[in-house]
């Protein structure tokens, strides 16, 4: 039986089923075309980035008597309009990937019968889909680690763990951070912070935030300073 998670929550386990498999969505790259007085053609300006993608999933589900309808119905939309946004969404028929959820919309709840219900969830997800084991901590060396991104370019987490000066190094990349308490370092959003959630200062000794970014292929990832005890990270790996 098709089936699909969101949320850590199984439609199935609602009694709710897909009616059909979501046609496979592909991300629109954002390219700017500029048209300039006396050049023949356009200015193509690429960003170097992609578009969300936008799928819709029809769906079904059958009550045990009519009285049931309404109740299963409340706890089908609140499981879909009340789960945190930027919760994961996985398919049975793609194990081990899955999508980053932007925004859920609903359709009506149309009663084909008594007991059988019948609507359209539509989701807005991040253009990459992530494999869903590199979401979670794994241990990096304190030292040098050789990594391999099989696919494409990813924006890694970082947590470092101890207590004075935490370095990092790959790449064009090189930067420091002081060591209060545990630290977190989000390259996609570009920010470091601590266990309270504050924000920690991060001192480039080389490139940016940009060059965080991992290429593909392979990469030799230093940690090391002085009072680090551990590090954790979270590579992200994503394709489109």
């Not at 089936?3 to 979501?22: E, I, N, W």
């Amino acid at each position: 039986m098709y089936d699909f998670t969101y949320g850590g929550v199984s439609a199935s386990s609602l009694g709710v089923y897909a009616v059909q498999r979501p046609n496979v969505p592909v991300p629109e790259r954002n390219v700017e075309l500029i048209e300039v007085q006396g050049m023949d053609g356009s200015l193509t300006v690429d960003y170097g980035t992609y578009k969300d993608v936008a799928f819709t999933v029809p769906c079904n589900f059958m009550s045990a008597s009519p009285d049931e309808f309404e109740s299963d119905a409340r706890k089908i939309r609140q499981w879909l309009l009340n789960t945190p946004l930027l919760s994961l969404l996985e398919f049975t028929d793609d194990d081990g990937w899955c999508r980053i959820v932007k925004k859920v919309s609903v359709g009506e709840i149309t009663r084909q019968n008594k007991l059988i219900g019948t609507f359209d969830v539509s989701f807005t997800c991040d253009p990459y889909m992530y494999d869903v084991s590199s979401l979670e901590e794994s241990a990096l060396t304190v030292g040098t680690n050789t990594v391999q991104n099989l696919y494409m370019p990813a924006k890694p987490y970082f947590h470092f763990s101890g207590e004075g000066t935490g370095r990092i190094s790959y790449g064009r990349m090189a930067c420091s951070f002081i060591l209060g308490q545990d630290v977190y370092i989000d390259t996609a959003r570009e920010l470091a912070y601590n266990n309270n959630g504050a924000a920690v200062d991060v001192n480039f000794t080389s490139g940016s935030w940009e060059d965080f970014i991992l290429p593909t292929g392979e990469t030799k990832i230093t940690t090391n300073g002085t009072g680090v005890t551990a590090v954790k990270w979270a590579p992200r790996w994503r394709t489109i």
